[in-house]
């Protein structure tokens, strides 16, 4: 996470109006959420409502993961519930994104190319954004 400082686990979190329901996750994850959004700025976003710009950031998922893992301690799946959130979370950010010159393609390859773009994670790239 060059550039940044370690998130810490312990850190009170500011309400901050419009970023993900996170209630259903553990207080570990909420903590990591919290603290990764009130962050904005130093991600170079414009708010912490800015989902695509947290998403295209490797330091908002490297980050999420680490503080998960650090923060939700010996409880695995309580890490890996935070971690499969931000997951979703990015999906949908994707989702919502129109990449450049897609409206160009038939119906058809929109829905291929916006489906595969949502499945970045699961093809292993650190980003859903194209090289140019």
């Given at each position: 996470?060059?550039g940044?400082?370690?998130?810490?686990?312990t850190?009170?979190?500011?309400?901050?109006?419009?970023?993900?329901?996170?209630?259903?996750?553990?207080?570990?994850?909420?903590?990591?959420?919290?603290?990764?959004?009130?962050?904005?700025?130093?991600?170079?976003?414009?708010?912490?409502?800015?989902?695509?710009?947290?998403?295209?950031?490797?330091?908002?998922?490297?980050?999420?993961?680490?503080?998960?893992?650090?923060?939700?301690?010996?409880d695995?799946?309580?890490?890996?519930?935070?971690?499969?959130?931000?997951?979703?979370?990015?999906?949908?950010?994707?989702?919502?994104?129109?990449?450049?010159?897609?409206?160009?393609?038939?119906?058809?390859?929109?829905?291929?190319?916006?489906?595969?773009?949502?499945?970045?994670?699961?093809?292993?790239?650190?980003?859903?954004?194209?090289?140019?």
């Open positions: 996470m060059a940044f400082a370690p998130i810490a686990a850190t009170i979190i500011p309400s901050i109006a419009a970023i993900p329901d996170v209630s259903s996750l553990p207080a570990c994850g909420q903590t990591c959420f919290g603290n990764i959004f009130a962050q904005y700025s130093g991600f170079g976003c414009a708010s912490p409502q800015d989902s695509y710009c947290f998403c295209n950031k490797a330091n908002f998922s490297n980050g999420l993961r680490n503080c998960s893992n650090g923060a939700c301690g010996s695995a799946a309580a890490a890996s519930s935070a971690i499969a959130f931000g997951s979703a979370y990015c999906a949908n950010a994707f989702a919502t994104h129109t990449a450049t010159g897609l409206a160009a393609l038939p119906s058809c390859g929109q829905t291929c190319f916006n489906n595969m773009v949502a499945q970045y994670s699961a093809l292993r790239c650190a980003s859903s954004v194209l090289p140019l």
